[in-house]
Structures are given as structure tokens and as C-alpha cells.
């Protein structure tokens, strides 16, 4: 069966459980999942129940398709997404973005939890991306030729909608939140850096690093689905002066910013036209 059929068999499955016309998909990365307090939950399903979708094997990643309602938006939210570093091909890690834009999704939001590069950001802070690095080793578009797919060559100058960006940036002021910007280098994991990488990744102009992401940008880039992603800076990643970290503090510092971006979320897909 051909990767079009898995996606066609996904979403006739989940047309079938009453899924239909959502106006956003959003990724909810690590320590994140509280943003389903947002949604008026129509549908809460399992990834293992979906025909084909992967199963996320990270802890922090709970692994179900939320279908519901923000304001009168209707949203599927991914509480747990998947990464290569699990053993998943990018073709099945971003699997899912495919499936929710031929459910109809118009955009798509994403979150992660990401080492701070850029001496300026700290622990907690918000951080919208602004472009990225692609230091993955592998392109979730390789082999597949055919143009159902999407152009073979999608451009990637502006990988991150500024329309989008604009309104996250609109909402915290509104919600008086700190947000800054910045570029995001994703690399494949599931180890932290070492001094000299991350020496080397402020050298090419990183101001974040985390293990997720892009592949699932690409794809909507492929897809022309607008997108904008938020990073939460779990950890300081100062080569100069770098101190152990460990996954747990990784997600407690997730956890605690939790609330500040569930509510920045709600609040943008809430004014979505």
C-alpha cells in the first residue's frame, strides 16, 4: 500500500468519527500538553486507534488526536508529537501534518522545547521562530515524485508565514508575555550538545536548538499550509560556561511555561479568519 493510501485510509477514518472542516492543526512538543484545556474536546482519539499513524514513545508525549473547538474555530490538536531520533522516518513523522491538511486544516501551529543559544534568551522564555536551520539527516519529501504530493522543489525563503507570526506577536502584547524571535536549528538528538556544538551552531546563526520541527515545516511549506511555530528555552546552552541538563528539568521547565503559551495559542487560533 502506498503512502497516499495510508493517508487516505487516515482520514476516512477519522472523517468517520465526525472530523470535519477543522480551520487549524497544532503540534504540542515537549511538556506542553496542557493546551487541550483550550479546546471544547469534541474528540479525544488515540494515535494507535488511526490506521497508520506512528505511536509517540517519548513520556513527556501522550500520544492522542484532539478534535474540538476554540471560539468558533475548530482545531485537531496533536498532544504528542514524533521525532526521527525514535526510529521514525520523516515520512511518518510528519505523516500526520499530511493527514490534517486533507482533513481541510488552513494553518498550522507548533510548539516545542528548545536549548537556548543566544545568550539573551533564559529559562521559560517564549521564542517564535523566525527561520530555521536544517542539520537533520534525512528530508521527509525525498522519494516521493509524484505531484499529489505537493512541488518537488518548494521554495523555503519564508518558511514561517509573517501574517501569522504577527498575530502571536498582537496576542502577547496583548496578554502582556514576553516573546522574542529567533532562528531555531533542529538536529536529529536524542543527545544533548556538546561545548563545541553548540560553539558551532551561534557560529552559523543559531539561536535555538532542538530535535523536531522542521521536518514537520517543510512539509506544510510543500502543502502551501501557513505556519508559525513557538519555542519554549528549557535550558541555557552556553558553551563558555555550559553546566549539565538532564530530559526532567528539560520538561519541568516546559511545565511551568506551559499556561503563559496554552493561552498565547488559544488566544491567535481564537482570531483566525
Known amino acids: 500500500m502506498s503512502y497516499s493510501e495510508h493517508i487516505r485510509e487516515a482520514v476516512l477514518f477519522l472523517k468517520a468519527k465526525g472530523i470535519e472542516t477543522p480551520k487549524a492543526g497544532i503540534v504540542l512538543g515537549t511538556g506542553l500538553g496542557k493546551f487541550t484545556d483550550k479546546i471544547n474536546i469534541i474528540e479525544s482519539i488515540p494515535y494507535d486507534d488511526i490506521p497508520h ?8 508525549h501522550t500520544g492522542r488526536l484532539i478534535y474540538g473547538t476554540i471560539g468558533n474555530n475548530k482545531v485537531l490538536a496533536m498532544q504528542g508529537r514524533f521525532h526521527f531520533y525514535e526510529g521514525y522516518s520523516m515520512q511518518q513523522i510528519t ?27 533564559k529559562k521559560g522564555d517564549l521564542v517564535l521562530i523566525d527561520d530555521h536551520i536544517n542539520l537533520q539527516p534525512e528530508n521527509p519529501l525525498r522519494g516521493l515524485t509524484s505531484p499529489e504530493y505537493g512541488p518537488r ?13 504577527e498575530l502571536i506577536k498582537a496576542k502577547a502584547k496583548a496578554q502582556e508575555l514576553k516573546l522574542q524571535s529567533g532562528v531555531y536549528a533542529s538536529v536529529m538528538g536524542p543527545n544533548l550538545e556538546t561545548r563545541a556544538e553548540y560553539r558551532f551552531l551561534e557560529i552559523i546563526g543559531a539561536d ?12 506544510a511549506n510543500q502543502l502551501s499550509l501557513p505556519c508559525a511555530a513557538v519555542s519554549v528555552v528549557t535550558d541555557e546552552c552556553d558553551y ?23 493561552s498565547l495559542m488559544a488566544a491567535a487560533i481564537e482570531d483566525l479568519q
Open 53 to 60: 499513524f506512528p505511536v509517540a514513545t517519548v513520556e513527556s
Open 95 to 121: 505523516f500526520p501534518v499530511r493527514v490534517m491538511h486533507a482533513l481541510g486544516i488552513e494553518y498550522l501551529l507548533l510548539s516545542n522545547a528548545a536549548g537556548g543559544i543566544n545568550l539573551n534568551f
Open 153 to 165: 522543489f518548494p521554495d523555503m525563503s519564508c518558511p514561517y508565514n509573517p501574517q501569522l507570526g
Open 208 to 219: 535555538l536548538v532542538g530535535m523536531s520541527t522542521v521536518p514537520e515545516v517543510i512539509v
Open 240 to 262: 563558555r560556561n555550559l553546566k549539565p541538563c538532564n530530559i526532567e528539568e528539560i520538561i519541568a521547565v516546559a511545565n511551568s511555561a506551559d499556561a503563559k503559551l496554552s
